[in-house]
């Protein structure tokens, strides 16, 4: 099945962790495939579960398309950064990686986090994902994170759900917290 966890609240990437533990625990092997991202404090603790394998394929910095920085440049003081030629690199080995995995079964639970802003971004081609998608839906579960997920990724999934944010310390001017937002 392909499970979407989308929204502007927090707890997607959360979500997912937990639904691979579950799954770890059933005796399945489950990958997380995390892109444009760093390792965060959970990695620490992920890495030490058998048949767990977290990867992740980002830079320091959350990185957006310019047009993004140029509308919100507050962004910049919040850790965003434009996206540059070496994100692109990072992103096409990270999913190269993971369909060599799948293909060659070395999971059957596959977490692809910030799926969504990497195709909405340009950075993998959305047909060529959503093909991946409808091929490997039958053979292994597919949880996909990220805000604004594509409407054609929404349409073949299985269960979607929303996170809301109702209030969050960001608008406090709050930083991120080490053990809470990473």
């Known amino acids: 099945m392909i499970f979407v966890l989308t929204g502007n609240g927090k707890g997607k990437t959360t979500s997912a962790i937990g639904m691979g533990i579950r799954a770890v ?3 399945r092997r489950v990958l997380m495939v995390q892109f444009l991202k760093v390792p965060t404090s959970e990695v620490n603790v992920l ?3 058998e048949n767990f ?4 394929f980002g830079e320091r910095g959350f990185p957006v398309p310019h047009n993004v ?10 850790g965003v950064r434009e996206i540059s030629n070496k994100d692109k690199e990072i992103i096409m080995e990270g999913w190269k990686f993971l369909q060599q995995w799948v293909e060659e079964k070395k999971c ?5 986090d910030e799926l969504t ?3 909405n971004y340009g950075l993998l081609d959305k047909e060529e994902v959503l093909t991946f998608l409808k091929k490997h839906r039958e053979k292994l579960d ?3 994170t990220g805000r604004y997920c594509p409407q054609e990724f929404l349409v073949i999934a299985d269960l979607i759900t929303e ?3 109702l209030r969050h310390p960001y608008e406090r001017g709050e930083p991120p917290r080490k053990g809470i937002e990473y």
Do not use: C, Q, Y
């Open 25 to 27: 625990g059933a005796g």
């Open 47 to 49: 890495n030490k579960i």
């Open 53 to 56: 394998v977290v990867r992740t």
């Open 69 to 78: 920085i140029e509308e919100n440049p507050n962004l910049v003081n919040k």
């Open 108 to 112: 059957d639970f596959l977490i692809l």
């Open 117 to 119: 802003h990497v195709v």
């Open 142 to 144: 597919i949880v996909i």
């Open 163 to 165: 996170m809301l944010s």
